[in-house]
T-cell receptor, first 114, second 114 residues
Framework: AQSVTQLDSQVPVFEEAPVELRCNYS??????LFWYVQYPNQGLQLLLK??????LVKGINGFEAEFNKSQTSFHLRKPSVHISDTAEYFC????????????FGRGTSLIVHP | NAGVTQTPKFQVLKTGQSMTLQCAQD?????MYWYRQDPGMGLRLIYY???????DKGEVPNGYNVSRLNKREFSLRLESAAPSQTSVYFC?????????????FGDGTRLSIL
């Protein structure tokens, strides 16, 4: 079985500061990892994905994430956030040989203060 | 670029009423999904359709039924609405039933049951 834990339900940060949103996963087989962003009153949009290859993945809006197999983590980072980054962020995992349907974390609310 | 379209966007029902939530995608995707989103719970899978003509239960199917009307459309029906079904409902789709494809989401239906 696969599972995802997002360690922080809410992350407040000031504009132009760096941010890290944490995600840990559990799976007994090879995984695919995703980060999605949800702006108010909208659906989820793909930020970035790790399928294979380089463990550092770059996504849209200046976000990046690093796949760490030994620590079973896929943390999302941005060096300098903007007010417009205020949103809900979801980490998701699916597995090769397991469920092709992703399991989503409970979400992290990023709140960027001016 | 419509992508995944959900109707209605908002709905208020009384306990015991029935309702069908509609979802259509124009990306020629084979697989479609229904999720509910509740505060602090992330996304929970209600039902999915791996391909036209098939449907399967997800994590929280009780109180719901689905119909895969054709390749484009996947509807979710509440036969007798209960206050516990107050939630935001999202429809999603993927090209195929493989684990390395991200999901494409609609903007959601916000449903309140009094």
């Amino acid at each position: 079985a696969q599972s995802v834990t997002q360690l922080d339900s809410q992350v407040p940060v000031f504009e132009e500061a760096p941010v890290e949103l944490r995600c840990n996963y559990s799976s007994s087989v090879s995984v695919y990892l995703f980060w999605y962003v949800q702006y108010p009153n909208q659906g989820l949009q793909l930020l970035l994905k790790y399928l294979s290859g380089s463990t550092l993945v770059k996504g849209i809006n200046g976000f990046e994430a690093e796949f760490n197999k030994s620590q079973t983590s896929f943390h999302l980072r941005k060096p300098s956030v903007h007010i417009s980054d205020t949103a809900e962020y979801f980490c998701a995992v699916s597995s090769l040989g397991g469920s092709y349907i992703p399991t989503f974390g409970r979400g992290t609310s990023l709140i960027v203060h001016p | 670029n419509a992508g995944v379209t959900q109707t209605p966007k908002f709905q208020v029902l009384k306990t015991g009423q029935s309702m069908t939530l509609q979802c259509a995608q124009d990306m020629n995707h084979n697989s479609m999904y229904w999720y509910r989103q509740d505060p602090g719970m992330g996304l929970r899978l209600i039902y999915y359709s791996a391909s036209e003509g098939t449907t399967d239960k997800g994590e929280v199917p009780n109180g719901y039924n689905v119909s895969r009307l054709n390749k484009r459309e996947f509807s979710l029906r509440l036969e007798s609405a209960a206050p516990s079904q107050t939630s935001v409902y999202f429809c999603a789709s993927t090209q195929d039933r493989v684990p390395n494809q991200p999901q494409h989401f609609g903007d959601g239906t916000r449903l309140s049951i009094l």
